[in-house]
């Protein structure tokens, strides 16, 4: 019998992508505020009794539910803790009283936020990196992972956090050149889900999740005064592509999001990095 995993957000674009991937090996339970391809359900994160149904029956939860950073300034703080924090909440006591295994959390790179502040180079971004949210986006992200350490710590519910990079549909200019150091595709976000599902673990644990970026440790000063060079030396074929549509490309980067904790423990290995993101165009 297949192991039921519930999905909230799963009309969204990570949730359909991860009910995409995982719907031959898993029972699918999608629930979101709208209709789409795996939603059976429709109804909000806020409302306890619905979630605790919900839950009943079910294996694992992969929560990406979530008001997001293009939402501050089009929602309230309350509409943000009422989502991201008490939706969270409610998932978790939810799983702890109906005995749900495992507990995957999408949280965002977001939230290491002034962390990432710095006029002399870039910021080599590690899970280590204090988080110091410039914004009620990176607040609630924050309190909801320690939401989720706590009902491991407390409840012995297996609960992982996934901080995820810029995935989402913008101009393809700036997607392209986030690909290098800052974003990633969108399978590999649902891989990335997979991976953390099928892997067992004995502590909380937090990871990055992006591409692979084309930069070291030792370019950080480099991109932060003269990102041209190093991307001619690295991926000329970008400054082609970017010529030849009349685009400006950006002469500082101010961060690089590294990956080597999820490639070390859940062997994680993206598969569509800036190299397979031109190939495409």
């Known amino acids: 019998m297949k192991k039921t995993i519930l999905v909230t957000g799963s009309s969204g674009h990570s949730g359909t992508q991860i009910s995409e991937l995982l719907k031959d090996a898993y029972e699918i339970v999608g629930v979101d505020l709208i209709e789409g ?35 501050v300034g089009e929602f309230s703080r309350k509409d943000f ?12 006591e939810a799983s702890v009283d109906n005995q749900v295994k495992k507990f995957i959390y999408t949280s965002t790179t977001s939230l290491y936020g002034e962390s990432m502040e710095s006029e002399e180079q870039a910021v080599w971004v590690t899970e ?22 706590d009902f491991f710590d407390k409840n012995g519910l297996q609960t992982t956090v996934l901080r995820v990079s810029r995935f989402w549909n913008e101009p393809l200019q700036d997607r392209i050149f986030y690909r290098m150091y800052r974003g990633l595709d969108v399978r590999d976000v649902a891989y990335a889900h997979q991976l953390a599902i099928e892997k067992q673990f004995d502590k909380f644990d937090v990871f990055n999740i992006s591409a692979q970026s084309i930069f070291s440790k030792d370019d950080l000063v480099d991109l932060r005064q003269n990102a041209i060079g190093l991307i001619q030396q690295r991926v000329p074929e970008l400054l082609t592509y970017f010529g030849s549509k009349n685009w400006t490309v950006p002469e500082s980067i101010d961060r690089v999001y590294v990956i080597d904790k999820a490639k070390r423990v859940l062997g994680y290995q993206p598969r569509f990095n ?8």
Do not use: W
């Open 37 to 71: 391809k795996f939603t059976q359900h429709i109804g909000s994160l806020t409302d306890k009794t619905f979630i605790h149904a919900l839950t009943k029956g079910v294996d694992a939860i992969i929560h990406t539910a979530s008001l997001h950073a293009p939402h």
């Open 81 to 92: 803790i009422d989502t991201n924090i008490v939706g969270t909440l409610n998932l978790l």
């Open 128 to 149: 280590e990196l204090p988080t110091i949210p410039r914004d009620i986006y990176d607040i609630t992200k924050i309190a909801a992972e320690g939401l989720c350490r």
């Open 274 to 281: 800036i190299q397979e993101m031109l190939a495409e165009l």
